[in-house]
Structures are given as structure tokens and as C-alpha cells.
């Protein structure tokens, strides 16, 4: 797995989501790294991380990989910063902490815009079609920039620049990781079989938990936000209008200052 770590103090660790890599907390990172130590690594399949193809890409060992990660770095409790998938990946470590089954303490959550509410979730009508057998595959092999681009863009509150987009496609698209996509995307059918488990797991944890949420995100903006509120009555929330989304490049100021209320 591979990653990037920068600065001292207390950790936090950046969880990226679908269909990016951890350039994503590029923003987050500049601002941490001068009072914390910030890792952010990119999950198996994405980024500069291994990329095996044809697999059985999978939540499980997305999460063993960063129990593996932290025990490298020889870390005993960590803030955990998820978005999307890696909220998902963040789901389940807190399902494992709380069966006592984790390695490290996970001293507090940041959470930006995950589907952590089943029900609310809404995918694109690209990403119903990658999962698909067969078609997801045909789709896949047919990514190109201009259509990922498309794609962020009409999720974001605010348009990506050509140098921002150029960063993140280096990413996606590093040793052809776009052509991944039918097979990172396996995390919406185990969201369908293991929710309650994970929705649980959130609504039992006792730790800091703050939930930075951009509004003008159809996937899972507004719409999941209040009914992850009515089930997480303790958390903290940022509720960021005219954001989409992505808060942690959108607006990362908001993203640090949570952070920070926790560590």
C-alpha cells in the first residue's frame, strides 16, 4: 500500500474515496502537516498502490491493509479522515474496534460525504452500470479522461481546474487504474449485504465523531446527511452550502478545522 506521510503531532489519516487516490486531501495535508503527522495512503487499486487485475477487490482487506499500515508506523491511536469508499473502510475498523478485534484506537472520525445510510445512498447511473457483469467490464475498458472528468464535475459544487484534474487522472489513470473500475466498484454489493453491520457500528461508537458534509452532492449529499444525523444525534456537523461532493478540495479549511477540534 502505498502512501504519504508528513509533519508531527498528533496522526490523522486521510481515507480517499471512488474513483480517486490521496491527492485528494493534497489541500488538507498542507494545512495538518505543520502540527500533525498525516498519512494518507492510497487504497489497493488506486493511486501509485498495487494494482492486480483481474481481483476480488474488497472492503475487508481494504481495512486489513491499513490495520497493516499503522502497525508499520508503529501508531497506537490515529483520527481517521474518510470520504466516500474510504468512509465505508472507516465503517468497518469501528466495527472491529468495537469487538475488540482492531489494533489500534481510532481516537476520533471525520466523516465527508459517504454513503454511510444505505437507504439514502444515491449512485450515479455509471456506477449502477459498472457493477453490472459484463457491462461493467465493457464500460471500464472505455474510460477515458473527458468522461471522468464529466463525471467529478457533475458531483462537485465547484468545476475542477485542468491542473487539478491533471493531478488526479495521473492517479486514477497510473498503470491503466482506470480500467479497474467494474472491480473497485464491488464495495456498493457488499454495502447492500453488510449496512445494518456497519450502520451499527457507528451509531454504538462512543468516540469523537464529526460529520463535514458539502450539500450540493447528489450522490450523497443533503438527502444522507439528515438521516445520518438522526442516527448519530452525538456528532458534530459542518454543513457546507454550495459545496459538492468533495470537502476535503472543495473546502479543506473546513475539513482541518474539524480536525483539529478532535486533535
Not at 500500500?1 to 508531527?8: N, S, V
Not at 459538492?244 to 480536525?259: D, F, K, L, M, N
Request: proline fraction near 5%; glycine fraction near 8%; aromatic fraction near 8%.
Amino acid at each position: 500500500m502505498a502512501f504519504r506521510r508528513r509533519g508531527q503531532g498528533p496522526a490523522v489519516l486521510l481515507l480517499h474515496g471512488f474513483p480517486t487516490w490521496s491527492f485528494d486531501y493534497a489541500d488538507v495535508a498542507d494545512d495538518l502537516e505543520a502540527d500533525h503527522d498525516v498519512i494518507a495512503p492510497d487504497s489497493l487499486g488506486y493511486g501509485a498502490s498495487d494494482k492486480p487485475n483481474p481481483y476480488a477487490y474488497s472492503v475487508a482487506e481494504s481495512a486489513d491493509l491499513v490495520e497493516d499500515l499503522v502497525a508499520h508506523l508503529q501508531l497506537d491511536s490515529v483520527v481517521v479522515v474518510a470520504h466516500d469508499y474510504g468512509g465505508i473502510v472507516a465503517q468497518e475498523l469501528i466495527h472491529r474496534a468495537l469487538s475488540g478485534a482492531l489494533g489500534f484506537t481510532v481516537s476520533g472520525l471525520v466523516l465527508l460525504n459517504c454513503g454511510i445510510v444505505y437507504r439514502a445512498y444515491r449512485p450515479t447511473l455509471l456506477q449502477k452500470l459498472l457493477i453490472r457483469p459484463g457491462i461493467g467490464k465493457f464500460i471500464s475498458g472505455r474510460i477515458r479522461a473527458n468522461r471522468v472528468r464529466r463525471a467529478l464535475d457533475k458531483i462537485r459544487g465547484t468545476r475542477l481546474s485542468d491542473q487539478e484534474f491533471a493531478n488526479l487522472w495521473f492517479g486514477i489513470s497510473l498503470r491503466n487504474g482506470h480500467k479497474l473500475a467494474h472491480l473497485l466498484i464491488r464495495y456498493n454489493a457488499e454495502r447492500s449485504q453488510h449496512h445494518r453491520r456497519w450502520e451499527d457500528a457507528l451509531a454504538n461508537w462512543q468516540g469523537p465523531l464529526h460529520l463535514v458534509w458539502g450539500l450540493d452532492d447528489p450522490v450523497s449529499g443533503a438527502h444522507v446527511l439528515e438521516q445520518a444525523i438522526a442516527a448519530l444525534p452525538k456528532a458534530k456537523v459542518t454543513r457546507l452550502i454550495g459545496v459538492g461532493h468533495y470537502p476535503q478540495s472543495e473546502a479543506p479549511r473546513a475539513v482541518t478545522a474539524a480536525v483539529r477540534t478532535i486533535a
